[in-house]
């Protein structure tokens, strides 16, 4: 069972930035894809960045420019770099990784950005 563990997460003012991680039990090339989802409250979980196995990136267009997904091979971590900080950036963020049989979830990292 792999396990992922956040942190990084806290409170930051408008224009800030933060920088989550992702640490997995396990080899994270175990994972086709790493992804960071948020969810603010009242609302869906949505995708924000997400890292293939082949170092190929994809962003929500509300982070374009602003956010950026990486990973550390070797400490088996994956980041989410967030720059420029808005109050709608708000939420809990979750690591989410997928092999070819599961689906794995940490336990959620909350962000708050003050105005």
């Known amino acids: 069972q792999v396990q992922l563990v956040e942190s990084g997460g806290g409170l930051v003012q408008t224009g800030g930035s933060l920088r989550l991680s992702c640490a997995a039990s396990?080899?994270?090339?175990?994972?086709?894809?790493m992804d960071w989802y948020r969810q603010a409250p009242g609302k869906k979980r949505e995708v924000v960045a997400s890292?293939?196995?082949?170092?190929?990136?994809n962003y929500a267009d509300s982070v374009k420019g602003r956010f950026t997904i990486s990973r550390d091979n070797a400490k088996n971590t994956v980041y989410l770099q967030m720059n420029s900080l808005k109050p709608e950036d708000t939420a809990v963020y979750y690591c989410?990784?997928?092999?070819?049989?599961?689906?794995?979830w940490g336990q959620g990292t909350q962000v708050t950005v003050s105005s």
């Open positions: 989410h990784g997928d092999t070819m049989s599961m689906d794995y």
């Open positions: 396990a080899n994270i090339f175990v994972f086709n894809t």
């Open positions: 890292l293939t196995r082949g170092s190929s990136t």
